[in-house]
């Protein structure tokens, strides 16, 4: 059995296709591990929903803040976006069965044997892989609960409050948790979000840096698989920190990587004329 983890799909169902070939995956016995955004901007995310879930136990995926932005839509929590492309999810016939589903992804991903953890933005630098997981779950329950996901959802959105307090509550508490995990790129050493920039790590906005920068981050001893920012073209140049969001929904690439040798790397053009 061969096990990959992919960058965001972004609904690009023909580059998966041809990354898993080139791959010679084979969904009855191999793996896939995804860093979210399965959904959005890209032109198939109804193929990439329905290819996903089809795998079953064998693909692993965490949320990305597309995802959750799909999922509060269908809520009738938000407005769809003008450069919103899910609308095929949500006029299917298996609509629900697939946002059920989608709903009970993870948000943080950890596989004790490898010592590796999957997220889709990153880990506060504050936060052991142990609390990140906890804190995770708490998110990961609300989404599972009917009675808490709409108000869940209906607060998500803001950049405030910009750093993790264990006295925060409910759905602010929820709200910045989620930040970190799905949104974060540059972030200061105590741990406060910046939410806006979203350019490459050697410009940070003035006190701030790349999450995965910071000297005292807690997480520092457990392997990283993320996604989310783009501008790194899949180079974090960190140890233990495995940037796999190559841009393929604004024209570069899918990227893939050996979870079992993490030096194997693999990718395919997002525009199959393009070598």
Known sequence: MASYAVGDLQGCYEPLMRLLDKLEFDSCRDELWCVGDLVNRGPDSLKVLQFCQSLGSRFICTLGNHDLHLLAVAACQRRVKR????????????????????????????DKT?????????IAPQWSIKKALRLAAEVEAVLRDANLANLYYRNMYGNLPTKWSATLSGPVRWRVITNYLTRMRFCSPKGHLELHTKTGPDAPPTGYLPWFQVPTRKAADTGIIFGHWAALLGQANTPNIYALDTGCVWGHRLTAIDLDRLDVWVSVAANKTTN
């Open 114 to 122: 490898r010592g590796l953890a999957m997220v889709h933005a990153g």
């Open 83 to 110: 450069q919103d492309t899910f609308g095929t999810v949500l006029t299917s016939p298996q609509r629900d069965e697939l946002l059920h589903w989608l709903s009970g992804q993870k948000l943080l991903h950890y």
